[in-house]
Each structure stands twice: as structure tokens, then as C-alpha cells.
């Protein structure tokens, strides 16, 4: 009895200092079990007071009455699955005729408290079936990313969501981005992982960076093309135009539409060509939009607009061309000139960090959902990288990408320097790196290429 004892009490002061230390070993140990009992002993009662159980039937009723027994009770929603996983508790449920999935989502945080977990969120997966996410812990507090990733072809894991899930960016279903927040927010983390995600892939990286080169240029020896001024930014753009015009004469080459060729196979943009004539993918990041934006002269004016132009043109065009755009700023408004609105209607993909006023958060999320303008200006200063994702489908999700050094992000794109390709377009804008730089030395700023 005493070594029962003994184990026992060093059991428990175990499970105390990993709830404590490590939240995530305390959940694959114990808090899994715990919950998933927790869940099913509680299940009924919790949806009979959350108001998510629908009265009996009509022949429930009559076959009580005739066979003289109690009432039917209320009937919760059927539990098709529930899987644990390595943050929180999936729950499949199937919904009762009456139910709505908007039932389920108006009472998450009454879940939350009911089960005595950390977060619970829930989506319609198909009509009458409803997927509630709970998390057992603040995956956000500590960001850990899973070991495995569902990647794929131009589909980036860049942060971990609120619910345990992998947030990716993927430019195939989302191909213009806009990153939103304020000094110190956590904007540079976010763009240090999304290029160290694409480094591996077979994709041509160009940065416009105004603020002298200081937050891309590092990562010079993976970027096809680099630009840390105004000048070099119209011309790097005009020069992407350009590009963009030749590979769509590439596709009108290749499409022969004649009777004999299935549907399938006609092309309408790069992805639809044959492999060894597929042109290589661009991703063009800005790093501060409104340095390209903003003049104080006739000249910068004039500069300003064929910038602003050329970047309408790549958001509206660039998409069959395999040109995707990532734009970061502190505020992206109509107060940075005309058609810029038009720009920002064209970036479907919304990030937004911690931002000071609700006037920049209603750049990103206005409208889209009033939910996430109030959940972006929510965001406290501590939690630095912590940011609201969106879309244009009105859906939104609290993110934070893993804190990644600038040091490890040179380092990984060290590594792929190999993959980046050779695009005779950009061949002047090529960043002037040394094969070799001493530990101290700094990178040179951007040169035209020489022969």
C-alpha cells in the first residue's frame, strides 16, 4: 500500500509540473484520457443546457403513450467520431432534424467551459454534419509545429491556428496576399517562415524591400531578383510585366484547341502545360508597401503611379502566369493614393497583425467580417506574432507563426541557393552576392548583373 501511495502521489505531481512546463507532453499523457471521458460522461446533460437537443418525434411519442412508458427525452446530436489528436479532441457530430450548424457555433464557449477545455470552434463539413475542434491547451502560447505537414505544390505551412490545425499559404487557391500590422508585431516572423517555406520549392523569389534592404537582403542568395529603392522597384515591376506578357504567348502557343483534344487538356495558365514547358512559378514579396506608394515631388508622383500600376496589372493578370503577389504594410488605405483600393480588392488572402487603431484593422477585414476587425484589434501587445487570417469567404482564424531568427533563415536559404532558376527577365536585378562572405561581412546592395 505504501508503494501504491508513493507511485500515486508521484503520478500526480508528475502530471502538476507538466501542465505547468510542458502543456503538450501533459496532453499526450493525461489530459487526452481525461478529456475524452470528461466528454462522454458529460455529453448529454452539457447539450441538454446549451439548448442543443431537439424534443421527441411525434411517433416517439404515440409509441410511449401506447405502450404506456415515460416521456422520451430530448435527443442530443449524434456523436459520429471522435478522435484525439495531438492538441485537443476531434468531434463529428450529426445533426437532428431542427438543427442548425449555426447552433453548434453560437454555443462554442459554453462548450468550452462545459468540458473544461482551452478553446472549442466548429465548422459545417456537409449538410447535417458538424466538426467541433477542441484544443486542450494554448497552442499559440508555444507554437510547435507537427513534424508532418500536408505540403504540396506551391502550398506553404507558415503558422499554427488557434484549433491545432496547420495554417498553409497556398497560392494555387489563394494567389494574392496582404499582411497587415504594426511596428513590432510580428510581420518580419511571418515572412521569414513563408520564404523559408518556399525555398525548397521550385519557385523564383523577387523582393522589393524600400527600408534599404534591411529585412530581405540577407536572404539574397535565394532571391531571383532584388530591389531596396523606388527606382529599382518600377523597373523590377515593369520588368515582371514584361515576363508576364511572354509566358502568356507561351500558353496561346501550346493551346491548339482543336475537336481531338479533351477538355482537360487545353491550358489556360501555367499549371495546365506540359511539365517541361512550364514556366517557373514568381512570388513577388513587398515588405513595405506604402515606401512605393508615398512621394513628396512631381517626379516620385509619376513614379508612384506606374509602381502602383504595374501592380495592379501582376494582381489582375498574374495568376494564369504563375505570378503571385505578397504585399506586408502598417496600413494599406485609400490615404496612400488613388487605385490603390483597387490593388487591395485584388489580394484575397488577409492577414492582419496586432494593429494600434480599428481604422487599419478595417483595411484588411471590412469586408470581410466585422468578427475579425474586433479580433485583430483584440490581439495584446505581448503575444507578438499572434494575427487574425481570413479570405474572401467571410471565415477567419486566429494564427501565429513559430518564431523563426533571421539566422536561421539565412541558413536555410543558404541551403536551396542552388533552386533558384534562371529567368533571363530578372537577369539584371539579380542580387550582386560573393560566392563566399566572411561571418561579419554585409551583402552588397543590388547591382545590375554584368557580363
Not at 505531481?13 to 489530459?31: E, M, Q
Not at 512605393?292 to 508612384?304: N, P, V
Request: net charge positive; proline share 6%.
Amino acid at each position: 500500500m505504501t508503494w501504491f501511495m508513493v507511485a500515486l502521489v508521484l503520478v500526480v505531481a508528475a502530471a502538476v509540473i507538466l501542465r505547468w512546463r510542458r502543456p503538450a507532453w501533459y496532453w499526450l499523457t493525461f489530459g487526452v484520457t481525461l478529456a475524452t471521458l470528461r466528454v462522454l460522461v458529460r455529453y448529454a446533460s452539457v447539450m441538454d443546457a446549451c439548448g442543443l437537443t431537439v424534443p421527441p418525434s411525434r411517433w416517439r411519442l404515440a409509441l410511449a403513450r401506447l405502450a404506456n412508458r415515460p416521456v422520451p427525452q430530448s435527443r442530443p446530436p449524434r456523436i459520429l467520431r471522435i478522435h484525439p489528436t495531438r492538441t485537443g479532441l476531434v468531434l463529428r457530430l450529426g445533426l437532428r432534424p431542427g438543427q442548425d450548424a449555426f447552433d453548434v457555433a453560437a454555443a462554442s464557449d459554453r462548450l468550452r467551459h462545459s468540458f473544461s477545455l482551452y478553446g472549442v470552434t466548429s465548422r459545417e463539413l456537409r449538410s447535417g454534419v458538424v466538426e467541433v475542434r477542441m484544443t486542450g491547451y494554448d497552442v499559440l502560447k508555444r507554437v510547435q509545429m507537427p513534424a508532418r505537414t500536408d505540403n504540396g505544390l506551391m502550398r506553404v505551412p507558415v503558422a499554427l491556428r488557434e484549433d491545432g490545425s496547420v495554417h498553409y499559404r497556398d497560392y494555387r487557391a489563394v494567389p494574392h496576399g496582404l499582411t497587415l500590422g504594426a511596428t513590432e508585431s510580428g510581420k518580419s516572423v511571418y515572412q521569414r517562415n513563408l520564404v523559408a517555406g518556399l525555398a525548397a520549392m521550385d519557385v523564383a523569389l523577387v523582393g522589393i524591400d524600400c527600408k534599404q534592404g534591411v529585412e530581405l537582403f540577407p536572404l539574397a542568395r535565394r532571391f531571383s531578383a532584388l530591389a531596396d529603392n523606388p527606382d529599382t522597384a518600377l523597373d523590377l515591376l515593369e520588368a515582371l510585366v514584361s515576363h508576364m506578357a511572354d509566358v502568356y504567348q507561351l500558353i496561346r502557343s501550346q493551346q491548339c484547341i482543336s475537336v481531338a483534344i479533351p477538355d482537360a487538356e487545353i491550358a489556360a495558365d501555367i499549371w495546365d502545360l506540359p511539365a517541361d514547358l512550364r514556366p517557373v512559378p514568381v512570388v513577388v514579396l513587398v515588405d513595405e508597401v506604402a515606401e512605393l506608394a508615398l512621394f513628396a515631388t512631381k517626379d516620385e508622383e509619376k513614379r508612384r503611379d506606374r509602381i502602383i500600376t504595374a501592380l495592379v496589372r501582376l494582381a489582375q493578370l498574374g495568376r494564369a502566369a504563375g505570378i503571385y503577389l505578397e504585399i506586408c504594410g502598417q496600413r494599406f488605405g485609400a490615404e496612400l493614393g488613388k487605385s490603390i483600393t483597387m490593388l487591395r480588392s485584388q489580394l484575397t488572402g488577409r492577414t492582419a497583425h496586432r494593429v494600434n487603431d480599428e481604422t487599419s484593422a478595417n483595411m484588411a477585414f471590412a469586408d470581410i467580417s466585422p468578427d475579425a476587425v474586433l479580433a485583430a484589434v483584440q490581439i495584446p501587445t505581448d503575444m507578438r506574432g499572434v494575427a487574425i487570417a481570413g479570405d474572401s469567404s467571410g471565415g477567419w482564424a486566429r494564427i501565429r507563426a513559430p518564431h523563426t531568427s533571421l539566422r536561421e533563415a539565412v541558413n536555410i536559404c543558404n541551403k536551396h541557393a542552388d533552386r533558384v532558376p534562371d529567368l533571363p527577365a530578372l537577369a539584371a536585378f539579380r542580387p550582386a552576392v560573393a560566392p563566399s562572405l566572411p561571418a561579419c561581412a554585409p551583402l552588397s546592395k543590388t547591382a545590375p548583373a554584368t557580363a
